[in-house]
Nanobody
C-alpha cells in the first residue's frame, strides 16, 4: 500500500503564494503518475495538475500559468507551487497517485489519496 501526506496549506491573501508538498511512502514507485485535486464546499472534486515520472505536466485551465507541479523522485515527494492565488482557489487540496506511468485528469483513475490540506485565500 501507498501512503500520501500533504502539507503546506494555510491562509493567504489574494495574490499571495503557497507551496504544497506531498510525501509518499510505503510501496510507492517513482514511475507512478501523481496528481493534485481540490474540492471546495458544495463543489465536485476537480483536477488541478499532474506530473509523470518523466516530468511531463498537465494543468487545468483555471490554474495554468499560476501553478507549477514538480517532483523529487529521490525523496518521493511531489510539490505544487501556487502563485497569484485567488479566492476561487479556496479548497481542500488532495495529492493522489496512480499505479500507471500516464497522468489522468479523472479522480476515478487514481489509486491512492492523501488526507488533504486546506488552502484558504481571503479577499
Amino acid at each position: 500500500q501507498v501512503q500520501l501526506v500533504e502539507s503546506g496549506g494555510g491562509l493567504v491573501q489574494t495574490g499571495g503564494s503557497l507551496r504544497l508538498s506531498c510525501a509518499a511512502s510505503g510501496r510507492f514507485y517513482s514511475s507512478y503518475a501523481m496528481g493534485w485535486f481540490r474540492q471546495a464546499p458544495g463543489k465536485e472534486r476537480e483536477f488541478v495538475a499532474a506530473i509523470t515520472w518523466s516530468r511531463s505536466t498537465y494543468y487545468a485551465d483555471s490554474v495554468k500559468g499560476r501553478f507549477t507541479v514538480s517532483r523529487d523522485n529521490a525523496k518521493n515527494t511531489v510539490n505544487l507551487q501556487m502563485n497569484s492565488l485567488k479566492p476561487e482557489d479556496t479548497a481542500v487540496y488532495y495529492c493522489a497517485a496512480r499505479t500507471n506511468t500516464r497522468y489522468s485528469g479523472s479522480s476515478s483513475e487514481y489509486d491512492y489519496w492523501g488526507q488533504g490540506t486546506q488552502v484558504t485565500v481571503s479577499s
